[in-house]
């Protein structure tokens, strides 16, 4: 299996602070990411796929950009709608599809 | 709109078997696979398997295979997971999700499922 690993595992930051999230995998996984959302007793929502496009409907504060193994979620100008618990996940190698281990985002 | 209405939350005993219900509305069912995700807190997000909506098929993750078993309900647009065999090891929550191109674009609200005598 592809293991994807996350960092931080948690963050704290200030409003309209910009925020950002690694994701590395363990091997080449051709922009086959995707980030998530998932904030506190919510299911996990959809922000970006295939690395760097915005999902429809999401805020473009939210970009995300790689390639390889590196990979990153930017989140520009936060606001508190942002505080939330984001994953990451690989989609290029099956079985099974990956996800990173989450950050936690806080405010400061 | 696209949405994906789980069944209630499960307390079920060491060794029993509990069937989860995921119904789909807001789009063409049989276009797209569903999908089922593990959630816990030590082990993050596990893939357990989909089920082509269509035809039945269906595909586990090898660490699944045994435990979950996937069928759909094309007549009522439901896709469901039976969990089997059931230990502590097993609570969770667990989700359906709308696979689209291998990523998920829209989740359902989540089960708990506590196993516990």
């Known amino acids: 299996d592809i293991q994807m690993t996350q960092s931080p595992a948690s963050l704290s930051a200030s409003l309209g602070e910009t925020v950002t999230i690694e994701c590395r995998a363990s091997?080449?996984?051709?922009?086959?990411l995707a980030w998530y959302q998932q904030k506190p007793g919510k299911s996990p929502q959809l922000l970006i796929y295939?690395?760097?496009s915005l999902h429809t409907g999401v805020p473009s504060r939210f970009s995300g950009s790689g390639s390889g193994t590196q990979y990153s979620l930017k989140i520009n100008s936060l606001q508190s709608e942002d505080v939330a618990s984001y994953f990451c996940?690989?989609?290029?190698?099956?079985?099974?599809?990956?996800f990173g281990g989450g950050t936690k985002l806080e405010l400061k | 709109q696209v949405q994906l209405q789980q069944s209630g939350a499960e307390l079920a005993k060491p060794g029993s078997s509990v069937k989860i219900s995921c119904k789909a509305s807001?789009?063409?069912?049989?276009?797209?696979?569903i999908s089922w995700i593990k959630q816990t807190t030590g082990q993050g997000l596990e893939y357990i398997g989909y089920i082509n909506t269509g035809s039945g098929g269906t595909n586990y993750n090898e660490k699944f295979k045994g435990k979950a078993t996937l069928t759909v309900d094309k007549s009522s647009s439901t896709a469901f997971m039976q969990l089997s065999s059931l230990t502590p090891d097993d609570s969770a929550v667990y989700y359906c999700?709308?696979?689209?191109?291998?990523?998920?674009?829209?989740w359902g609200q989540g089960v708990m499922v506590t196993v516990s005598s």
């Open positions: 999700a709308r696979e689209h191109l291998h990523y998920f674009d829209y």
């Open positions: 807001g789009y063409t069912f049989t276009s797209y696979y």
């Open positions: 091997e080449d996984i051709y922009n086959g």
């Open positions: 295939n690395a760097n």
């Open positions: 996940q690989q989609y290029y190698n099956y079985p099974p599809w990956t």
